[in-house]
T-cell receptor, first 115, second 115 residues
Framework: DAKTTQPPSMDCAEGRAANLPCNHS???????VYWYRQIHSQGPQYIIH???NNETNEMASLIITEDRKSSTLILPHATLRDTAVYYC????????????????FGAGTQVVVTP | GAVVSQHPSWVICKSGTSVKIECRSL??????MFWYRQFPKQSLMLMAT?????????EQGVEKDKFLINHASLTLSTLTVTSAHPEDSSFYIC???????????FGPGTRLTVL
């Protein structure tokens, strides 16, 4: 996997946008960037993934820089339920599940949304 | 997203006993299953990978005779912690994949406490 670097923690006011950065300067051309979050005592929840283009779904937006060395996850209107640890992961390239599916979780970013 | 269940959600057992954790993929066929564990205040660590009908492969430092994995069907995998000890107390999470999708999903986790 490409090594990813995230800030250890971030506070965000409820209703405001939360911008979570991730550095993945060693990412290779075919490695996707995935974002997951883990609410306390629950399994990780898939948020979004992307390769080169920016992506948006009902949960978040993913902005990937042109050189693909970093990305930003945007939660447009943070709620208290968004308090969680957010993981940015770049699994190894490959179409075989038992290779690329092994996710190496770093420490992630602890996001605390406050009223 | 895919529906993944784990049973039990939590278990407390005495030292020396064995505990079986089930992971089911309810709406797709899981050809590959990843098992992770998470100690308090730490990130997820991959324990083993299993393909349906094959023996599991274990990550370095994970005892294969202690953590028995059975992946006999495409919808069910089990992890048995044999002769559990207090140091095995952890949060165990499964992640099934069919190999085709790019979104990896996780079970809700099983909290194991060994007294």
């Amino acid at each position: 996997d490409a090594k990813t670097t995230q800030p250890p923690s971030m506070d965000c006011a409820e209703g405001r946008a939360a911008n979570l950065p991730c550095n993945h300067s060693t990412i290779s051309g075919n490695e996707y960037v995935y974002w997951y979050r883990q609410i306390h005592s629950q399994g990780p929840q898939y948020i979004i993934h992307g390769l080169k283009n920016n992506e948006t779904n009902e949960m978040a937006s993913l902005i990937i820089t042109e050189d693909r060395k970093s990305s930003t996850l945007i939660l447009p209107h943070a709620t208290l339920r968004d308090t969680a640890v957010y993981y940015c992961i770049a699994p190894p390239d490959g179409v075989v599940a038992d290779s690329w599916g092994k996710l190496q979780f770093g420490a992630g970013t602890q996001v605390v949304v406050t009223p | 997203g895919a529906v993944v269940s784990q049973h039990p959600s939590w278990v407390i057992c005495k030292s020396g006993t064995s505990v079986k954790i089930e992971c089911r993929s309810l709406d797709f066929q899981a050809t590959t299953m990843f098992w992770y564990r998470q100690f308090p205040k730490q990130s997820l660590m991959l324990m083993a990978t299993s393909n349906e009908g094959s023996k599991a492969t274990y990550e370095q430092g994970v005892e294969k005779d202690k953590f028995l994995i059975n992946h006999a069907s495409l919808t069910l995998s089990t992890l048995t912690v044999t002769s559990a000890h207090p140091e095995d107390s952890s949060f165990y999470i499964c992640s099934p994949t069919g190999g085709a999708e790019k979104e990896l999903f996780f079970g809700p986790g099983t909290r194991l406490t060994v007294l």
